[in-house]
């Protein structure tokens, strides 16, 4: 049964995380359904916004120029009151009540749980995975993603012009929760002459003290070290460079300003091909998808195989970056 037959309405709305490029696929949610006969809805600050009605009409000039900005106008929140006993239930009668058919949800694995609660509950729903993590197992890339190493690398790349002024060792934390792909991506990309992950079980002996004393017989009197955050101290760690080698280090967290900015063009495009994905498979009848970019192209899958996907680390990259980092 095709469930947009009898009131073709959806709803977009963007959960957890910001991720730069969340605009453009709202544009193209809203696009594409009024282009295929469905009117769109807005729901704003995510599944919060669901529970509590703040849901509006959206039109072609709703969306217009909003491609090149970050962010989501939309706005994005947690909502404990949607994650407790009840709330997806109650999310879901609020669908009804205004007689939204599908929702389009965009956001990380997070997102994703709570859009399978609120599919369960009778709304169906697909996923579009947007965070700066890349994180989502079902996918090879995620919303935001491109648009988070570009930023992080060019503020390395004015970092490493007072490093190289001073001879300095600077330590950079990037952004990626558990996740190590922004710190291998963006050194490889800097330069870096150590990246440090979580996958990855570092020696600060070996992969950090002597890579710099190795790296300084060799000529280099200048060091960046790329480090995903939560995995040390950084401050400490630039204090221990420096009592053991005499380096003059310094520490930098690059924090949320890799969230935000302009997404690049790649995902400014990707976002765009998810979000007309998105609105054809609801048109088709079919919800509880994740959109996913699965060998360059863009599917769906059962968000249950997205929840319950591992995603494997790039180590090969991560070996060859040690290897020409030096």
């Known amino acids: 049964m095709n469930f947009l037959s009898e009131c073709k309405t959806i709803a977009v709305l963007t959960s957890g995380g910001d ?21 769109p809805l807005g729901v704003r600050r995510g599944f919060n916004g669901l529970i509590h009605r703040d849901i509006f009409e959206m039109s072609i ?40 058919d599908g929702v389009v949800v965009i956001g990380g694995d997070g997102s994703i749980k709570g859009a399978k609660k609120l599919n369960d509950s009778g709304i169906p729903c697909v996923c579009l995975p947007g965070t700066i993590d890349n994180d989502i197992a079902c996918s090879e890339y995620s919303i935001g ?29 990037v952004m990626g929760r558990r996740c190590g792909n922004i710190a ?18 570092f020696d600060f002996e070996k992969d950090v003290i002597e890579r710099l004393f190795f790296t300084q017989k060799i000529g280099k009197r200048h060091f960046i070290i790329v480090v995903s955050e939560g995995l ?19 520490a930098t967290i690059l924090g949320h300003v890799q969230r935000g900015g302009s997404p690049t063009a790649r995902d400014r495009i990707v976002a765009s091909e998810m979000g007309c994905h998105a609105v054809e498979v609801l048109s088709e009848g079919n919800g509880g998808k994740v959109i996913a970019i699965k060998n360059n192209k863009t599917v769906d899958i059962k968000i249950e195989e997205a929840i319950t996907a591992e995603k494997p680390f790039d180590m090969k990259l991560y070996k060859k970056a040690l290897q020409i980092s030096i």
Do not use: W
């Not at 648009?147 to 300095?168: L, V």
């Not at 291998?184 to 079980?201: D, F, H, K, N, R």
């Open 145 to 173: 993603f491109d648009t988070a190493i570009n930023t992080a690398t060019t503020m390395i790349d004015k970092i490493r012009d007072t490093a190289q002024s001073h001879d300095r060792c600077s330590v950079i934390e």
């Open 19 to 39: 991720a730069p490029g969340m605009n453009s696929a709202i544009r193209a949610v809203v696009r594409f359904a009024i282009a295929k006969g469905i009117r």
């Open 184 to 201: 291998v991506q963006t050194g490889v990309a800097s330069g870096a002459t150590a990246i440090l992950v979580p996958e990855y079980s």
């Open 232 to 250: 040390v101290h950084v401050d400490k760690m630039t204090k221990e460079i420096t009592a053991r080698t005499g380096i003059d280090s310094r």
């Open 61 to 100: 000039r709703t969306v217009s120029d909003i491609v090149a900005r970050g962010g989501t106008i939309l706005y994005t929140a947690r909502s404990p009151e949607f994650a407790a006993e009840g709330g997806p239930e109650k999310a879901a009668e609020r669908c009804r009540e205004v007689k939204i």
